[in-house]
């Protein structure tokens, strides 16, 4: 991981940085394991989380899946997916969700995220920007309390 940890995306796309109470290793587990994802993003999460696997996100009540090609696992530093297929929003398939994690200190962890590709200039930016700042803060909700807010909870 070459990068350090920033707000700025030069890019336009969505990103934030995070501070989580918790070693970079638990994060990881939460982002990068079909038991996590099904604990902050959707109880609907199956597939490969292997690098080179496939996950598909489905979500209770919706005729939508989700499909993503794990890029990169790196325990406990990096997590990439490329969007294969967004069944109800076009403007993400081909886009990439990167998690980066770096230690501060041994009880906590920055994690940037960043979802390359979606930016300002799509028409579903304004309700992908609230989606994920609901997910984001369930996967701090699941890291820290031990219980997130995923899809139908």
Known sequence: MSRAPSQCDPAGDYGR?????????????????LDGLKRWWTPRASGSDRPGGTLRLEFEGLDEHIELRVIACHRPTEVVWSVLKHTSLEEWTGTTIDFALWPRGSHACTVEFRHQGLSPRLGCYDDCE????????SLVSLIERGAGTPFGA
Do not use: K, M, Q, Y
């Open 17 to 33: 940085a995070l501070v989580v109470a918790a070693s970079p290793e638990r994060v990881f587990d939460a982002i990068a394991t």
């Open 130 to 137: 609230a989606g994920w700042n609901h997910f984001l803060s």
